[in-house]
Every structure is written in structure tokens, then in C-alpha cells.
């Protein structure tokens, strides 16, 4: 294995802090206990080096001695071949893990990240594309909370990389009030987001952007 | 290997099909090549099994043996894993096409499904909740042109799951004339849909559908 490394942003305004991609690559890394260091791209000016490397601008992405990897699910599926923390090792654990994953990131976070920015943008919400967006996500919680009723993990009856990802897709939702009619994905995002690696992982991200603050007021 | 069985709708109505999800499926298992069965889910009564099996009362589902697996990215996955056809089989290449379908999946789609689906809806489109998601959609699509104006396939250099859910998620882009602007998305989508795997698994999808509408026929 080569050595990890997670390229972040060197610093983004406060509102996404917190929430910045690189959140989950960490989580998945302090989860499994792999070493990594973090490194950092640009925010405000994205050189060509950053699109080579993510080709949409965004973060994080990981390198691994001479495999890079972009997109948080592939990175997480990536780590998830790399410890057993991460996911189920048998077939049929591992599919679970697969599907619940796409699950968050296709069938839940279509419906929430635009439901979350449109709250994030102050957008008055009386358009039909707001109605749109809120029936949309009211399905898909509607869905999740009949699964998260009966369950404690989404795959393989154990916390797996599938269950950091819900987590993470749904904590935006929560930021703006949308979960109040779920208690049992509330439950569920309050035993995720309780977890010790999550703590550290998100405690970082705040620290490292905080760092930044400073190093621009010390430039200034 | 068990025998693969693809579970779809029995029926829908006409606006969606050639789009719905299951074709996806269709056409990987005849890229590579495996022998496969259609089941069916009946559309307009979804019942406790079919939530048993797709939680969202969605389609597709695939069953393998003893294994079941939905979301459509998954389940592209999984089959990637039982064909080269569909997966490089080298390290670096699979990275590259589980970037590139999460890119497909998390990136791109979570702007073009709500363009798309505010256009099939024929909302106005003056709200500002539809200029974000035009925006939104805008840059994904500047920076996925890019790529593409370099290279022909997503990943490995070789076709893969990567460029069939790329395609399948620009298919709706286009119908609603949103690829204009983009002649290397365009060429692109092009020569994916050109492929005789789509061709034949889209005329399959189509034909399924419409010998329902004939069964229902003559059952009125």
C-alpha cells in the first residue's frame, strides 16, 4: 500500500465547514484506522493540476502511491477494499454495502442536495420545482425510515461504508429541519454521527479550516 | 453463477419508457454477454415483496442465486465484477471506471434528473429554484465536454459500466435538448447509443412494454 494522502480545499468560507467531501474520506479513514495525511488544492483559483485530478473542480480526492481516486463513493468503496472495518467481506454483505451506497448517493442524495441548497439559497419555496424537490425527498425519507425502523445498520447487519455515506447525505437534510418527521433516521444519524471516528474526522476539518483562517489574518 | 434474473415494471405508461432503469441492466448483461431472464413487478400496485426487494418500490432489481442486488449502480458493479466486458481488470483501470460511474451517478445526475424532470414536467422555469439547477447542470456539463473532447471512453481507455451510465444519464439531457452546447457529449452519446448492446436492449425494453399494453387489451 502506498502512502494515503486526502487533497482537500486550503480553506472555503464558513457555511460549508463541516460539510466539505473531504468529511467522509476521513470518517472512512479514522473508521479503519488507515495513517493518511491531508493535502490541499486551491479554492479560490482551481488550476488545470486540480481538474487532471478532478475533473469537476470539486474535492476531495485520494491518492494512493500511484492510483488516484475522486468521488467520495469511489474512494470509500476504494477504502472498503482495504479493510474489513469498512465493509462486509462476504458476497452477499459486500452487494448490500454496494447497493446502499449507490442507494445514498443516487436515490437519496438526488432528491436532498437540491431540496438543502434550495433552503441554503433562501429560494422563497413557492415555485413548482420546490414542490418538485420536497415531494421527491418525502418519498425517499418516507422509504428510509420504514427501513431504518426495523434496523440498526443499512448492510450486512453491521456499521459499513454504506452507513457513513447515509449519514453524511442526510446531515444537510437535518441542518435545515427536514428530518423532523423521521425519528428513526434522526436516531440513526445521531448513533452515526456519535461514532468516535466521525467526532475526529469532523473536529479535523474544522480545525484544518480554522488553521487557514489564521494563515490568511497572519498574511494580511 | 446462479441464473440472473432482471426484475422490472409489468407495465408503465408511455412517456418514460426507453428510459426506464432496468435498460440500464439490459444493456450491460448483452455487452457482456450473459444469459439472462426479465421478471416483472407490477407497476401500479407495489406491494410489500417488491419494497422487500427494492425499498424505494423502484426498478430494477437483479437476483443472482441467493443474492439480490438493486440500484442500478450496483448491480453494474456487480456484473462488472462476473465480465471484463464491462470492467478493466487492472487496478488502476477499476479505479478509474468506479470514479467515473460514481461521477455519472453523484455528479452529474443529481443536476440532470431535476433539469429533466422540471422540463418533463413543463414548469416554467422563471423560478430561481430552476436557475440553480440550469447552473447547476451547466458546469457539470463544461467540465464532462472537456473530457470528453480528449478522449473517447471515461476510463481505462476502453469501454466500461462507466461510459453505459454516462450515456444513460445524458440520454435525458438530450432528449429535452439540454445537450446543444456540448458536440463532444453529443458525439459521445452518440456512439454509446449506437452500440448494438443499447440498440437491442432498448428495443427489448420497448417491445416488453408494448406487448403489456397488448395483454392488457385483450384482458379489457
Known amino acids: ?32 484506522g488507515l495513517a493518511y495525511r491531508v493535502a490541499t ?9 486540480h481538474f487532471a485530478q478532478q475533473p469537476f473542480g470539486q474535492v476531495p480526492w485520494l491518492t494512493d502511491g500511484d492510483i488516484t481516486v475522486f468521488e467520495s463513493g469511489a474512494i470509500l468503496l476504494y477504502l472498503g477494499d482495504k479493510s474489513a472495518a469498512l465493509m462486509p467481506t462476504d458476497p452477499r454483505g ?16 438526488m432528491a436532498s442536495l437540491p431540496w438543502s441548497m434550495f433552503r441554503f439559497m433562501g429560494f422563497p419555496g413557492n415555485a413548482p420545482e420546490a414542490g418538485f ?11 428510509i425510515e420504514a427501513v431504518l425502523a426495523s434496523r440498526e445498520w443499512l448492510a450486512g447487519g453491521r456499521f459499513s461504508v454504506a452507513d457513513l455515506l447515509m449519514a453524511d447525505v442526510l446531515r444537510p437534510v437535518d441542518r435545515f429541519e427536514g428530518l423532523a418527521a423521521y425519528p428513526a433516521c434522526r436516531a440513526y444519524l445521531a448513533r452515526l454521527t456519535g461514532r468516535p471516528a466521525f467526532k475526529k474526522a469532523h473536529a479535523d476539518q474544522l480545525a484544518d479550516f480554522a488553521a487557514a483562517d ?7
Open 1 to 32: 500500500m502506498g502512502d494515503l494522502v486526502l487533497t482537500t480545499f486550503d480553506w472555503v468560507p464558513a457555511p460549508p465547514r463541516g460539510f466539505v467531501r473531504d468529511l467522509r474520506v476521513r470518517w472512512a479513514l479514522e473508521e479503519a
Open 41 to 49: 488544492t486551491p479554492f479560490e483559483e482551481r488550476e488545470a493540476v
Open 94 to 109: 459486500r452487494a448490500e454495502a454496494m447497493e446502499w451506497v449507490f442507494a445514498a448517493l443516487n436515490s437519496v442524495e
Open 133 to 143: 424537490v420536497d415531494g421527491f425527498l418525502k418519498v425517499r425519507l418516507e422509504r
Open 214 to 220: 489564521e494563515a490568511r489574518a497572519g498574511a494580511g
